[in-house]
């Protein structure tokens, strides 16, 4: 932030576990740092449910920042309005759509954990979120926030796939499969555009960095992974 005048720092999820903090804090300390740290968003990992609905509810109540999931469906259960679908960022007279999708929790988490939380397919909740910050957010820039997994050798949702098959997303930024990228890959979406996607690991090692400048409706990136 002292470098660049636009800055997004974003998450894509597994918040609250991977180190003995969570197992004593239950999350307290991550949020806390995340909002001393003034993230812009993140999405949900299938490990933010290993306290249960409970403890997930007060760390969004206690977050600066938005949680974003658009194909989880909590109405049934206490996390009910404090999850966002997208969120709509204004930069330099730019406006930035930012959406959320979180893997299927069955059989990666307990149910009793994530209780009557309901699943709906990424590919389709995608497409109509992404059209929407497209057309009637009017966003120059759509960012998927994903924690689906980069690619998979079986017939499963991944960032790839995801990319392949939706419209009007420009960058995917993903997480899960602790994927360690160098730089981002370009897949073609169904309109035959370019949609970059990124991952760069996990455990907090590296903080991937992706610079974007816009030029009329043109788009040029160039990103690094910074070790912290």
Do not use: W
Request: charged share 25%.
């Amino acid at each position: 932030r002292q470098e660049e005048k636009n800055v997004l720092l974003l998450d894509c999820g597994d918040i609250f576990q991977g180190t003995p903090y969570f197992n004593f804090f239950e999350g307290e300390l991550d949020i806390k740092l995340m909002n001393m740290m003034q993230y812009d968003a993140a999405t949900l990992g299938n490990h933010d449910f290993d306290g249960g609905l409970d403890i997930l509810k007060k760390h969004a109540q206690d977050a600066t920042f938005p949680l974003l999931s658009s194909n989880y469906n909590f109405e049934k259960t206490v996390m009910s309005g404090f999850t966002k679908p997208y969120q709509v960022i204004e930069k330099d007279e730019l406006r930035i759509g930012i959406f959320g999708f979180c893997i299927e929790l069955d059989g990666l988490v307990t149910e009793k954990l994530y209780k009557k939380t309901r699943y709906n397919d990424p590919i389709k909740a995608a497409n109509k979120t992404a059209r929407l910050l497209k057309t009637q957010e009017k966003c120059d820039l759509v960012i998927c926030l994903s924690h689906l997994g980069y690619q998979y050798d079986i017939d499963k949702v991944s960032d790839i796939v995801l990319a392949q098959n939706t419209r009007n997303i420009d960058l995917i930024l993903g997480g899960h499969t602790h994927t360690f990228m160098n730089k981002p890959v370009q897949v073609t979406n169904l309109n035959g555009k370019n949609v970059l996607i990124n991952q760069v690991g996990c455990f907090g090692i590296n903080i991937g960095k992706i610079d974007f400048y816009l030029s009329g409706k043109e788009i040029r990136e160039e990103s690094n992974s910074i070790k912290v």
